[in-house]
């Protein structure tokens, strides 16, 4: 009996061995993958990176062509889309989540925005071409790609505001309710500040989707080459991922090292906006524990 | 006029949770400026019954009831009262402390803010006051900007208190205020209420039945959603008239 005993834990041991190695595999294989390709871009992009490519239009000559409408096209798309769509997010999730009473229609809801987080992008890229460029004749300006972006990131928003809601603790709305609160001050003074800093850190994730994403725009016809700053609501614009997609599609060797320039500036944008999210979070943490 | 000493007078309460009959025709008559204690074991209806006082339970989904409760003659389930209004007159505090997390002075000062109340120095005299009536002012006179969640469990629950008793209730509906709590801070609780109670009119929903001996005035023993009895608190622990409820405060079960 002993020795069966120990045979088996013999066994167990190798097997937790095995099973410790494989995880690391597949965790180095990943790491691998993403290291390759950033170091390559790295490399290749690096010496063109200059306050000249930062501020310089684009250009049929690759070492004068800059990312500067892109940079800012992606900057004002960015914000525009944050104006629309994380208002219209936290309201859908407060209304789904402290007022809709269950029902049939509420479950139906709730589905098909599990559902439309899934969609391709592109697919929204259609939708903002056939309603915003076309119905709403906003043409191909920085409203129409805000709008069809906002629609895109919308579902993410919706989903981390109600899981945010979620979170607290149904003792506070008691609390609340029992001093004579009404469901809307409620929701104001005690349901919102708690659940605001998951709602951010939601929405700024799901901006960094929208960020690097290039399909829906060009399927809406967003232009690539654009030699000025947008000056309003409804001027032509491009962003950073058409500038690239663009310069990758050259068959000039120097446009690809612009293009490997151009997604450095995208991923620093990106890391920044996850590390604002992780800052917001934590310092929020604090206050509330 | 004097005024009638009862001041909730419920017949034939019955409350249901979906299918589940949790109530099952109550008649309770509760008298003002008293502490009413209501005892019995978990799951016997106690709770519910206390939420039925200031319509706490109408968040509850597939909550339903029939009979009536009368708070000053009224029907408080009746289509226009303002269940905003009857929480404003009937406080609640409830079994785990619950306070906001913001700062003391601003746990105390939500009920006065949604009533309109802004002026600075009225704020003041309502915050220092309500925590006076608490029995915490001595303790946290010197903080009132700090978190709430840095006080003890205790001090959360009579900061609780201090914040119901803030917007001035008539009635204080206590739902196991002290179960969470260790000897001392229940000890703090229960001289506050006796404390109290010249003030206020106080229900109390509890597990223990040395405290309902020791600050009630009447009581009422709760078993499978039926009262069983109610009287004096001194009646009903020396010499009580069903045999389920002695054999529930002589600890024979529960």
């Known amino acids: ?289 | 006029m004097k005024k009638d000493p009862i001041i909730f007078d419920i017949n034939d309460l019955h409350v249901w949770y979906g299918e589940k009959h949790i109530l099952k025709g109550n008649k309770i008559e509760i008298e003002r400026e008293k502490v009413t204690a209501l005892i019995g074991p978990s799951g016997c209806g106690k709770s519910t019954f206390i939420r039925c006082l200031n319509r706490m339970n109408d968040f509850i989904p597939k909550f339903r009831h029939t009979g009536a409760v009368l708070f000053e003659k009224q029907d408080i389930y009746d289509a226009a009262i303002d269940p905003i209004e009857i929480r404003l007159r009937i406080g609640m505090v409830f079994q785990k402390p619950n306070p906001f997390p913001k700062s003391i002075y601003d746990n105390i000062t939500y009920g006065p803010n949604l009533l309109g109340i802004r002026k600075r120095s009225e704020l003041d005299e309502i915050v220092e006051k309500s925590l006076i009536k608490a029995a915490l002012w001595d303790e946290v006179k010197e903080n009132l900007n700090h978190s709430a969640l840095a006080l003890s469990g205790g001090q959360q629950q009579r900061l609780c208190i201090a914040r119901a008793l803030a917007v001035e209730p008539e009635v204080l509906l206590l739902d196991e205020p002290c179960s969470a709590l260790d000897p001392i801070a229940t000890a703090k609780i229960e001289g506050l209420i006796t404390e109290i109670k010249q003030l206020y009119t106080v229900v109390i929903v509890t597990h223990n039945m040395q405290q309902a001996a020791r600050v009630s005035d009447y009581t009422g023993f709760f078993l499978m959603g039926d009262l069983l009895e109610f009287g004096k608190t001194s009646q009903i622990f020396t010499n009580p008239r069903n045999q389920k409820t002695e054999d529930y405060i002589t600890g024979r079960y529960g």
């Open chain 1, 1 to 289: 009996m002993a020795q069966t005993k120990n045979l088996t834990l013999q066994r167990q041991k190798w097997a937790n061995r095995l099973f410790i190695l494989c995880a690391l595999a597949a965790l180095l294989t990943a790491l691998l993958a993403l290291v390759i390709l950033i170091g390559d871009i790295f490399v290749t992009g690096l010496p063109r990176l200059n306050l000249d490519f930062l501020t310089s239009y684009p250009s049929r000559k690759a070492h004068k062509a800059g990312i500067l409408s892109a940079l800012v096209g992606t900057l004002y798309m960015i914000g525009l889309t944050t104006l629309i769509a994380f208002p219209l997010g936290v309201g859908a999730a407060i209304h789904l989540e402290e007022f809709a009473k269950e029902s049939r229609f509420g479950r139906i809801v709730e589905i098909n925005i599990a559902n439309l987080a899934g969609v391709p992008s592109i697919i929204y890229g259609l939708l903002g071409l056939q309603i915003f460029v076309r119905a709403f004749q906003f043409d191909r300006s920085l409203l129409s790609g805000a709008m069809t972006m906002a629609l895109l990131i919308l579902p993410i928003i919706i989903i981390a505001s109600r899981e945010a809601l979620r979170a607290v603790p149904h003792s506070i709305r008691e609390g609340s309710y029992a001093l004579g609160a009404s469901p809307w001050q409620t929701v104001y003074h005690q349901v919102l500040p708690i659940a605001l800093p998951g709602m951010l850190t939601g929405t700024i994730l799901a901006l960094s989707r929208a960020i690097g994403e290039a399909a829906p725009l060009m399927m809406m016809g967003a232009l690539t080459y654009i030699a000025f700053l947008p000056d309003g609501l409804f001027s032509p614009f491009t962003v950073l991922p058409i500038q690239i997609f663009n310069w990758v599609s050259r068959p000039q060797q120097d446009f690809s090292i612009n293009a490997a320039a151009g997604i450095i500036v995208l991923l620093v944008m990106l890391i920044s906006m996850n590390m604002i999210a992780i800052l917001l979070r934590n310092k929020f943490q604090k206050r509330t524990v």
